[in-house]
């Protein structure tokens, strides 16, 4: 459920905020919900709060799992 | 300066503010109105100092338009009320393809607007109005008490020229006519949402207000008659302008989502809003539905003018006796595209 | 937007939508429940219906948050903020739907009564910072994804020693609601579930094997965007072919097996289970909602004010509840697009952007037209 986006951590800022940024739209948002974050982590925003970090390599093989549904279904 | 300038003190344009006096009709309304607007729009009319201003008409048919405008906030990136008022009611006039003349301006203020606002106010109005070529050439001020208007509300009309054989008209859309949109959508609406309280987001996105005249006399002149209407969409975004033609004329719509422009931070605000750029607001686009064989060539004309520079085809119109407005989305399935009712909220589900 | 336009290939999407064709068996019946009203959003938005076989159908859940929060709990609301001292703050979403006798917390703000719209529940702590002598109330509505927010929020409460500022809870757990789907007599009969995406992050995947060791029924948690929506469909398609019956992770970028440990702490830390709540259209599910502990009565409306929530009744002819259970869709609704419209919304499902009757009437009924001219077109 509910409307939910990834953002990028642009900044870390004290008491567990930061601010995060959608292709240049920026919002200073609570990210006491995760942990171990660093500049340059996506996390998932919901609400004003991150409530996950995307995990990239799990993305990768996502799409590469994609990718090749797609080649399957490709093929004459 | 307004020679008739009554005698006394100045107003205090910094730390002033303007007071039921303001609007009595004495002389705290001569010097608001000296100061502030006169000062602001300069011409030969309100030099006069007439309560009317009289001018003489080319041959034609004239077209005539009315605007209220309480957009809050007042000011936001990229524009304020005043500069909105002056590029949306020429834009009216230049829909219908005419060449607007003058405009008037009149101001319901609510006591205790800041003066130095309402002063940034004017100036930016004259600003645009002195860009566009088209005089404020008389107004009117009144002042109601604290909490009876959201600061200052606008109301402006303006007058304009037809040339002689067109007659544009939101009924004359025909199955085959071709959809042109001269720009990106939902600039203004984002920028001004990113100024609001509880919403509040950083983003470089600018309102797109913009006077539309000078992009539309190249169309006209370029197409002619093949020229079917054209609209701005301001309120409710493309999507309700397209729903208003629709039924205007008894036709269909049908476009491609691929080939709508939407700048990426405008599609990024609408994504962390739930917001759909269709419903947002424009107030420096149109759209024109043209004839076929014209399309081509209005895309050329349009492409040359910096107001047109992403200019797009972006659909055509069909026969729908249920006057739909389809979209193709970029996967290649289908979807209505509605009216909103009401204004549109930001969403979390 | 990274993260997000890789997965709305339009031609990913289509090769895709092919294989799935290839991989349904003709004579067979893929009835997918997708539970979560992002999801029916999500299809509606980029007519994924369309790029999928005839004999694939996709059976909208009562997923949706607004639409499952019965007219009493608005009303209570309304109530709420009649009061002189109160501010409301409340999402967007439940601004418009509509409360008994027509009322809705879009009117009462018209008619004076204090009602913010916020983003976030950031916001309306930072209100009841800025305004100490107004008594803040949140309208906490929303499934697990939502929960956390609120429950931070009154942990910020609590740290910042606000005096003024409590939550009317009307959090609501999605298990509970998928399993009340199942269990329902002459339900809806279904194959398996498209699971919600970010609930998952919140509770991981965990939660729902039950379904699977219980009732035989698959579930792919999928992600938000159409190529998520895609794949989880094939996932399916294939477990059901294979007549397997597993849990499986699509949205695996963002959801985790034991979900997110920190949030599902702070959820506990604050809620406890109500013994029952009232869902519009499911009737009275046990153990399906929460409210606050004891330890944080001062946080807790309903404690505060007071407030006795009085069961209000829905228009008999409004048919959300069918729909909410997937029994019925918008169309065999008979105020569907008559009395109920997006303007004069009759019930919840019309009003929700996620409810099945808007999603409906924005982005799909031209299809039944097509349908009767297509069948003119072949009686002809």
């Known amino acids: ?76 | 300066m307004n020679k008739h300038e009554p005698v006394g003190r100045k107003l205090d344009l910094r730390n002033g503010r303007v007071e039921l006096s303001h609007g009595s009709g004495g002389r705290a309304m001569a010097r608001l109105i000296g100061e502030i607007f006169h000062a602001a729009f300069d011409n030969e009319w309100l030099r006069a100092g007439n309560d009317q201003a009289t001018f003489d008409v080319p041959a034609g048919r004239m077209a005539m338009t009315t605007d209220g405008y309480v957009v809050s906030p007042l000011f936001f990136p990229g524009g304020d009320i005043g500069k909105l008022a002056v590029h949306g009611t020429i834009n009216d006039i230049a829909m219908a393809g005419a060449r607007p003349l003058h405009m008037s301006a009149s101001f319901i203020i609510e006591e205790g607007f800041p003066l130095a606002e309402l002063k940034r106010i004017a100036q930016s109005m004259g600003e645009a109005s002195r860009a566009a070529g088209v005089a404020i050439v008389t107004g009117d001020t009144k002042v109601v008490e604290r909490g009876k208007a959201d600061g200052v509300f606008i109301s402006t009309t303006c007058v304009g020229i037809v040339p002689a054989g067109l007659e544009l008209s939101g009924d004359k859309a025909r199955p085959g006519d071709v959809l042109l949109l001269s720009g990106s959508i939902g600039d203004h609406g984002v920028a001004v949402m990113s100024k609001r309280e509880n919403l509040s987001f950083d983003t470089q996105v600018l309102s797109d207000t913009a006077a539309l005249h000078e992009l539309v006399a190249l169309m006209v002149e370029t197409a002619g008659s093949a020229i079917r209407l054209m609209r701005d969409p301001t309120r409710g975004g493309v999507a309700a302008t397209l729903n208003e033609i629709a039924h205007q004329s008894r036709v269909g719509v049908r476009i491609e989502e691929k080939a709508i422009p939407v700048a990426p931070q405008v599609a990024a605000a609408c994504e962390l809003l739930g917001l759909d750029p269709l419903h947002v607001a424009n107030e420096g686009k149109l759209l024109a539905v043209v004839a076929r064989e014209a399309a081509d060539a209005l895309l050329t004309t349009m492409r040359a003018h910096p107001l047109g520079a992403d200019a797009a085809r972006i659909g055509e119109i069909v026969a729908d006796e249920h006057c739909f407005v389809q979209m193709t989305t970029a996967f290649g399935g289908g979807r209505v595209i509605d009216w909103l009712s009401g204004e549109q909220l930001p969403r979390i589900c | 937007m990274k993260h997000v336009d890789e997965y709305r290939d339009g031609e990913l999407a289509r090769a895709i939508a092919r294989r799935i064709a290839e991989e349904a068996q003709g004579e067979r019946a893929y009835r997918l429940m997708e539970f979560c009203g992002g999801h029916t959003h999500a299809i509606s938005r980029y007519g994924i219906e369309d790029l999928l076989p005839e004999n694939i159908r996709l059976i909208h859940g009562p997923g949706c948050p607004v639409c499952v929060l019965p007219m009493g709990r608005i009303d209570d609301a309304i109530r709420l903020a009649e009061r002189k001292e109160v501010t409301l703050c409340t999402y967007a979403d439940l601004m418009r739907v509509p409360a008994s006798g027509g009322a809705s917390l879009m009117k009462a703000k018209a008619n004076g009564a204090d009602i913010r719209m916020v983003y976030s529940t950031l916001d309306a702590i930072a209100l009841a910072e800025k305004e100490p002598e107004r008594e803040v109330v949140f309208f906490a509505i929303g499934f697990e994804t939502t929960t956390p927010p609120t429950a931070l929020a009154i942990r910020l409460a609590q740290k910042k020693g606000l005096a003024n500022f409590s939550v009317f809870c009307n959090h609501v757990l999605t298990p509970a609601a998928m399993q009340a789907i199942l269990d329902t007599k002459d339900g809806v009969e279904i194959e398996g579930f498209v699971g919600p995406a970010h609930v998952s992050t919140v509770i991981g995947s965990a939660p729902y094997r039950r379904f699977a060791t219980d009732y035989h029924k698959p579930v792919v948690i999928a992600g938000f965007e159409p190529l998520d929506v895609l794949q989880a469909i094939l996932m399916l398609v294939r477990q059901i072919n294979e007549g397997r019956c597993e849990i499986e992770n699509q949205y695996r970028r963002a959801v985790t097996e034991s979900g997110n440990a920190k949030a599902i702490d702070e959820m506990a830390e604050i809620f406890e289970l109500r013994d029952a709540f009232e869902w519009r259209g499911l009737g009275e599910i046990r153990k399906s909602a929460l409210k606050l502990r004891d330890a944080y009565a001062q946080f807790d409306a309903e404690k505060r004010f007071s407030m006795v929530t009085k069961p209000a009744r829905d228009n008999p002819a409004c048919e959300c509840g069918a729909i909410l259970r997937g029994q019925k869709r918008p169309q065999d609704c008979k105020l569907f697009g008559v009395a109920c419209t997006p303007e004069t919304p009759m019930g919840s499902c019309m009003v929700s952007s996620e409810g099945s009757c808007a999603a409906y009437w924005a982005y799909g009924r031209f299809r039944q037209y097509e349908t009767r001219r297509n069948e003119a077109r072949k009686a002809s």
């Not at chain 1, 939910?4 to 008491?15: F, K, Y």
């Not at chain 1, 739209?25 to 609400?47: E, P, Q």
């Not at chain 1, 004003?48 to 799990?58: F, N, Q, R, S, V």
């Open chain 1, 1 to 76: 459920m509910c409307l939910a986006i990834p953002a990028r951590v642009e900044e870390l800022l004290p008491d567990q905020m930061a601010r995060v940024s959608v292709d240049g739209v920026g919002k200073i948002v609570s990210v006491a919900l995760v942990d171990d974050l660093t500049i340059g982590d996506y996390v998932v925003l919901h609400v004003g709060y991150a409530l996950a970090k995307i995990d990239e390599e799990e993305a990768m093989t996502t799409l590469a799992l994609l990718r090749e549904a797609a080649e399957l279904g490709a093929q004459p």
